[in-house]
Every structure is written in structure tokens, then in C-alpha cells.
């Protein structure tokens, strides 16, 4: 996001929103310095542009949950783990 901002203000533009195609739902940071806010609540303090995500991780998860075809199904563990571990 960071670089995707400067970009578009060094070509003289403003940005005006942030679009993502999936809100992970996750704690800012990195896995030294992990940060109070999600990453999307930081992306908000530290530009001051709303962040619109097509899909998050929640519905993801929902999503998995009530399918019944076993190929998705298998990832669900492998998400609610990194929700529990990552997650806000």
C-alpha cells in the first residue's frame, strides 16, 4: 500500500481509497513488532484513506465452513490457525 501511495502522489495525483481483494483481518506489523491495530486500521491512521476489501477473512472462513466440497474444506484448519494466530 505503502509504495501503491507514493506512486500515485509522485505522478501528481491524490489517492482516494485503498482497494483489497481480501481483508486478512490480521495485526499489523511484522512477527518482531507486531502492532495494536489491524492492518487495514493502520493503513486508515497512516494515509488517512478508507480501505474497501471485496471479501475479508471471516467470510472466508464462513465460506469453508458450509461448503461441502472436501478440497476447500481441507484449507479450513489451516485458515482458523492462522486467524487464531494473526487475527484481530
Do not use: H, T, W
Not at 484449507?75 to 490457525?81: I, M
Amino acid at each position: 500500500v505503502r509504495e501503491s501511495v507514493d506512486l500515485i502522489r509522485a505522478a501528481g495525483a491524490m489517492p482516494c481509497a485503498v482497494l483489497i481483494a481480501l481483508d486478512r483481518m490480521e495485526k499489523s506489523g511484522n512477527a518482531v513488532d507486531v502492532g495494536e491495530y489491524s492492518a487495514v486500521q493502520s493503513v486508515y491512521q497512516e494515509f488517512g484513506l478508507p480501505v474497501i476489501a471485496i471479501a475479508d477473512l471471516k467470510s472466508l472462513m464462513a465460506y469453508l465452513q458450509q461448503s461441502k466440497d472436501s478440497n476447500l474444506q481441507q484449507y479450513l484448519p489451516a485458515v482458523q490457525d492462522y486467524r487464531a494466530r494473526y487475527g484481530v
